[in-house]
């Protein structure tokens, strides 16, 4: 679906912020981006929005060469959800927020009206509809930025660390909703640095250091080899510790160590 | 320019301000703006004012034509476009050659401000990047759900027109969050202050801002 081939990135033709990635993305999948701060997780995601170009190499979209094309045009194929709210709302009230995008691509009334609702009722903002953005709590402002993106039916959904500053209650229904809309066929690339996320919900995990792509794989088998995991700045999954301590195979969620414990006499409480 | 105080800085752009606001002479008006440019040039701030240099010279362009247009001589069309441009150069190379520390020092113990109205001031200048700042993350989330700012010259104006309502909204926030900042880390009319920025004036700043007095004037005077 989306393909990115020996891309380099500077801001200042000096300094490489981004060094010879190249990967894929396929349809449907939930892909992760990892790294240390400053590794170039958002410069990434940036140059695949079009809201950055790259100096060299190509990225292309179903095929289509989209290396010189602007966010704008962009825009119909990726959803692309802000690190912080607060930069991405700008409307007065949560509706026009949710229908800009859809007005600006050229939506039919009608469409627009069916897209509202259907993304209100999604990420469970129907209640706030007529409230302006700038006075909703945090979490419920990132949850808007998501139904923002969504209106737009775009194929890939960018979110850029969505899981920051949420309390416990708003970072489950995010996942959820991740989890939901991938089900129904969205291609999500997540950018996080909690692990948690990282083992239970991407099918593929690409570790950014420097700049360069360290690690692009099943995320299993990074966390099997915890040297490695260390060495990249990250940090093994709390599932992946406790089957380790307790010397099961490696569980990549608390329902696989559940799952597991059910065939060992000796752990059962 | 760096090895000059602050204060001596601000009186250099106070001098070529009042000198342009003064003489209606073209000449006089251009010696000005290339004295500008020359500083610019030694001081190796071509990077960080060039491009704001430019705007300028854009804007005193539009500035002139606009003036042409409504029926103003030529001598005062230039002279009201070269007098916008030397004074904003003045204060801009003032800004980019001296940090607002000093130069919020400079206004408390040189030129005797009370703090809060120097502060004021140089917050104001703090405020620009920001703002451009905002300015440029709701273009990006405008731009990322499709909004292109094309067409007609008149229609991408009216296109600027709606970022400027989020801009506001957040600028207002944002005082609101640096004041509560500020007040939280003791902000107030207490004169007991420690500016760590240096504003002692040597030799070679008095004898600077003498020449230049004297320079500003005879331009002035003889030109």
Do not use: W
Not at chain 1, 38 to 63: E, F, H, P, V, Y
Not at chain 1, 77 to 105: C, K, M, W
Request: aromatic share 8%; proline share 3%; charged share 20%.
């Amino acid at each position: 679906m989306l393909k990115l081939k020996d891309i380099d990135f500077s801001y200042d033709r000096k300094h490489k912020i981004l060094t010879d990635i190249s990967f894929a993305i396929r349809q449907g999948e939930i892909i992760a981006l990892a790294g240390r701060n400053g590794s170039g997780k958002t410069t990434l995601t940036r140059l695949i929005m079009g809201l950055l170009n790259a100096d060299t190499g190509s990225i292309k979209m179903n095929g289509q060469d989209v290396t010189k094309f602007r966010a704008a045009d962009m825009a119909k194929h990726i959803g692309y959800v802000f690190q912080n709210p607060d930069r991405q709302l700008f409307a007065s009230t949560v509706r026009e927020e949710i229908i800009y995008g859809p007005t600006q691509l050229g939506f039919s009334r009608k469409e627009i009206d069916l897209q509202l609702e259907a993304v209100l009722q999604a990420t469970d903002l129907v209640d706030f509809a007529e409230l302006s953005p700038q006075t909703l709590p945090r979490g419920i402002k990132q949850r808007l930025s998501i139904a923002s993106a969504l209106a737009v039916r775009p194929q890939l959904l960018i979110l850029d660390e969505p899981t920051t500053g949420q309390d416990c209650r708003e970072r489950t229904k995010l996942l959820r909703l991740m989890r939901k809309l991938n089900l129904e066929g969205m291609t999500v690339l997540i950018v996080t640095h909690d692990m948690d996320i990282i083992a239970e919900h991407a099918k593929t995990l690409i570790v950014l250091e420097n700049g360069k792509i360290k690690f692009n794989g099943v995320p299993k088998a990074l966390f099997a080899n915890e040297k490695k995991t260390v060495e990249l700045g990250l940090e093994l999954p709390e599932a992946v510790r406790i089957s380790r301590d307790l010397g099961l195979d490696l569980c990549m969620t608390p329902a696989n160590i559940y799952q597991k414990m059910q065939g060992r006499r000796d752990l059962h409480v | 320019m760096f090895s000059f105080a602050a204060f001596t800085k601000i009186v250099f752009a106070v001098c070529i301000s009042v000198a342009a606001l003064v003489t209606n002479n073209i000449n006089a008006l251009l010696l000005f703006f290339s004295l500008e440019l020359l500083v610019v040039l030694v001081s190796g701030k071509l990077d960080q004012g060039g491009k704001a240099i430019l705007l300028l010279v854009l804007f005193a362009a539009l500035l002139f034509a606009v003036q042409m247009f409504a029926g103003s001589s030529y001598t005062i069309a230039m002279v009201s476009a070269l007098r916008m441009l030397t004074m904003a150069v003045s204060i801009l190379l003032m800004l980019i050659t001296t940090k607002t520390q000093e130069i919020t020092a400079a206004l408390v113990k040189q030129c005797r401000l009370p703090y809060q109205y120097a502060f004021m001031v140089t917050a104001v200048f703090r405020f620009v990047p920001d703002l451009l700042e905002e300015s440029k993350s709701v273009r990006e989330a405008q731009a990322c759900r499709g909004y292109k700012n094309t067409g007609s010259p008149l229609k991408r104006i009216f296109g600027y027109m709606t970022i400027i309502k989020p801009m506001v909204f957040r600028a207002i926030m944002r005082s609101e969050n640096m004041a509560v900042s500020l007040e939280m880390r003791g902000f107030s009319e207490s004169k007991q202050r420690t500016f760590m920025a240096e504003t002692k004036l040597q030799l070679i700043d008095y004898l600077a801002i003498i020449a230049f007095i004297g320079f500003c004037s005879s331009i002035i005077q003889f030109i």
